[in-house]
């Protein structure tokens, strides 16, 4: 028969990796709204502030949901 070693998901780094994209989640609806928002209101203020914490945003809800799936992927795989 088979002789190699059964292996089994890690439940610790899967219970990890979900949490990231359910982090991930929300974050990317409110960057998109916030990015959104900066180029519909171009004539005041909150376009300075608001458009650089947008793009940050969206750079970690990116790393988020990378970083999520690939470690559900390393749970089940390895």
Same mark, same amino acid.
């Given at each position: 028969m088979n002789n190699r070693p059964q292996r089994h998901t890690d439940?610790? *780094?899967l219970v990890k990796g979900?949490?990231?994209? #359910?982090?991930?989640l929300p974050l990317l609806v409110l960057t998109t709204y916030a990015f959104t928002?900066?180029?519909l209101n171009k004539e005041t203020i909150?376009?300075?502030?608001? *458009?650089p914490l947008a793009i940050l945003g969206m750079a #970690?809800?990116?790393y988020l949901?990378?970083?999520g799936i690939k470690l559900i992927l390393k749970s089940l795989f390895n």
């Open positions: 439940k610790q *780094l979900l949490k990231r994209l #359910a982090l991930a928002f900066t180029f909150p376009i300075y502030y608001l *458009l #970690a809800t990116i949901l990378f970083n």
